[in-house]
């Protein structure tokens, strides 16, 4: 969603950050994307949690 926003004052893509105007309206956008290393993890703690229930 947030990747469609166009900046009204240099016509680029909020997200490149070609302006002051995108950059100060970039910190504003809600960050909803987990970075790699947390689904690897998350994944570990699963993998952890199969291999217990199996043993069991």
Do not use: I, K, N
């Not at 302006?19 to 699963?46: E, G, K, N, Y």
């Amino acid at each position: 969603m947030a990747d469609d926003l166009v900046c009204a004052a240099c016509s680029g893509r909020v997200l490149d950050g070609g302006c002051a105007t995108c950059r100060l309206s970039r910190t504003s956008l809600p960050q909803d994307r987990l970075p790699a290393q947390a689904f690897l993890v998350l994944a570990a703690v699963l993998a952890l949690l199969l291999v217990l229930t199996s043993a069991f």
